[in-house]
């Protein structure tokens, strides 16, 4: 079945003109989110084709993919996606391709996921565990053991080597931005954000998210008025000298709730879900991160 999906995958490629997604010259692994995109590319160097689905700059909420990226999924050697509910658009092509025999690895599921404390989402399981470091250490671990296990053709040493190379430089930057957030005064160690998306690197570094403008952990919800009013009482409270919103959504609400409660407040940017594009602030996970970093600690300390 899976043979004959490739045969099928290549000659629509040739028939459209584009680029075919799938190839018979090596292995094939497809990654649904950039972000372990950038992680899987990092480990496997050129060894095996890596095709990333979501685009940089996308919301892996709600972001869709072809029906031709759709098939790549049933056609690759080993899909890598990050589960817990993240990407909502795609799942039911994981599945798919999961039912057609096809190895596949929920990454956020065997990485101790957190649970949501508070709002809609309150008891489910965090998705967004790359926003600690040390968890993305033990996704590089477990992703060199799926791709030496899955992917035929690839030597297991040379990958086993390039995930420890990548889980130094992993280790280097949680040391490095536990030192940083360590610095901040204890007044100031809290965050507003665009929705439930840094409950990992608040529990890593000791930070406290006192409130969302979306309540969940997804952006395809909506704000109630009570919920923006519980929002700007805790950042009265906490004296809250900005909001975060992440760069791939419009920030429209974040500088309106601003406005409207007479709240001397900042937006700044984050890229928090998806990666930049390759000439931009976060080409990279490590790059995301150390953008993120900076912008965190200079819109707590103004």
């Known amino acids: 079945m899976r043979r004959l999906a490739a045969i099928v995958a290549a000659t629509a490629a040739l028939l459209g003109g584009a680029t075919a997604c799938t190839t018979d010259d090596g292995p094939h692994i497809v990654v649904t989110t950039n972000i372990l995109g950038d992680v899987v590319r990092e480990i496997t160097g050129d060894a095996a084709l890596v095709t990333v689905l979501m685009k940089p700059n996308a919301d892996p909420h709600s972001f869709a993919i072809s029906a031709r990226e759709a098939h790549t999924l049933q056609t690759a050697d080993l899909v890598v996606y990050n589960g ?58 477990l992703l060199a053991e799926q791709i030496t296990t899955h992917v035929t053709g690839v030597d297991a040493a040379v990958i086993r080597a390039r995930a420890a190379a990548y889980t130094r430089k992993l280790t280097d930057l949680d040391t490095e931005l536990t030192a940083r957030f360590a610095g901040l005064a204890a007044e100031r160690r809290v965050l507003v954000t665009n ?59 974040a500088e309106v709730l601003a406005a409207e409660a007479g709240l001397t407040v900042r937006v700044v940017g984050l890229y928090s879900e998806s990666l930049s594009d390759v000439d931009g602030e976060a080409a990279n996970y490590l790059a995301m991160m150390r953008f993120n970093a900076d912008a965190i600690i200079g819109g707590l300390s103004a």
């Not at 890593?204 to 009482?233: N, Q």
């Open 195 to 253: 929705h439930h998306v840094f409950g990992y690197l608040a529990d890593r570094y000791h930070l406290e998210v006192v409130g969302t403008i979306l309540p969940s952990g997804t952006t395809l919800a909506s704000p109630s008025a009570s919920d923006l009013a519980s929002l700007v009482g805790a950042i009265e409270k906490h004296r809250v000298p900005a909001i975060f919103a992440d760069t791939a959504q419009p920030d429209r609400l």
């Open 84 to 141: 817990l509910g993240l990407e909502e658009g795609v799942l039911r092509h994981v599945e798919s391709a999961a039912a057609e025999g096809v190895p596949v690895v929920e990454v956020g599921a065997q990485v101790a996921p957190l649970e949501y404390r508070d709002g809609d989402a309150a008891g489910l399981p965090d998705p967004h565990f790359w926003t600690d470091p040390s968890r993305m250490a033990t996704a590089a671990g």
